[in-house]
């Protein structure tokens, strides 16, 4: 199969969950707004979640679903609950009430597709939003709104032996995950809003020689950097996401771009609604 230590190489196959019970929860900045000022729509929601799946697969992705549950109505943002490594899936853990719990579903799901699970976080909150590939032997996670030092310590500990080296970046809580300010689109290629990230982890992208496309604190709030690499210069952004989604294509990138009012306005974009089961190596 394979399941690779990177964030851009070709997209084989996506694990998606239908927003059948998905409502908008007060538990970031974007949904405690917008719950204040709009009013969610199910069904423009499960018109834009299949705008999603279809553009994945005009890409050539090929798209698992698992089945929601009910309780858990942010399980539409399937990124959350895990990792995937090179040899399989690495469990995280949530810390917020309402999504608790959705890892044990997504890990029966797994095992009954065939999908190899290789461990779990077994202290503090760890969420797959903040979790990044630098490069095969390095790895980001964000420390703010959701994953805990402590679980930073976790991961770094199981991925020792390894090689692998897993590491804090400190962010403010009111961005959530790591991935509303950092996301890699293609080969030392990503956008990023620096204002918001220790200089250290700025520094230390420059010096493997990134391209740095700059957002402001205003637009990540906004989810502007939460987009996915396909693979052969494709990123999936969405509609609403217009002056990055033309930043991109200045670079050459083709862009999909689903419309995505109703997941953004939830607090979270396409990174978020997708969790990665095969890429290629790069």
């Given at each position: ?109 797994l095992k ?79 956008l990023i ?67 995505l009012k ?21």
């Amino acid at each position: 199969m394979g399941y690779r230590d990177n964030e851009y190489g070709k997209l084989r196959k996506v694990l998606l969950c239908k927003p059948t019970y998905f409502e908008w929860e007060p538990i970031n900045e974007l949904a405690k707004r917008n719950l204040a000022q709009s009013k969610f729509d199910r069904k423009v929601a499960l018109e834009e979640h299949e705008e999603l799946a279809d553009a994945l697969r005009s890409a050539g992705v090929e798209v698992y679903y698992i089945e929601p549950s009910e309780p858990h109505h942010y399980m539409v943002y399937a990124r959350d609950f895990a990792k995937n490594l090179d040899d399989g899936v690495y469990l995280g853990r949530f810390r917020m009430p309402v999504r608790m719990g959705e890892e044990n579903h997504y890990e029966r799901y797994l095992k009954a597709q065939g999908f190899p699970v290789i461990g779990q976080v077994n202290c503090g909150s760890l969420e797959g939003g903040d979790i990044c590939f630098i490069d095969p032997h390095n790895i980001a996670v964000g420390v703010g709104a959701r994953s805990s030092l402590e679980g930073v310590a976790s991961m770094r500990e199981f991925l020792k032996p390894q090689g692998i080296n897993v590491f804090p970046v400190d962010f403010e809580y009111r961005f959530l995950h790591l991935d509303a300010l950092f996301v890699i689109v293609g080969e030392r290629t990503a956008l990023i809003c620096k204002e918001a990230l220790e200089d250290k982890f700025i520094k230390m992208l420059e010096e493997r020689k990134f391209e740095l496309i700059d957002v402001s604190p205003d637009d990540a709030m906004e989810l502007r950097c939460n987009v996915l690499s396909l693979g052969d210069g494709k990123v999936l952004s969405y509609k609403q996401n217009v002056e990055v989604n033309k930043k991109l294509r200045a670079l050459g990138f083709e862009v999909l771009e689903p419309s995505l009012k109703m997941f953004v306005s939830g607090g979270g974009a396409p990174r978020c609604l997708t969790f990665p089961l095969e890429r290629d190596a790069v």
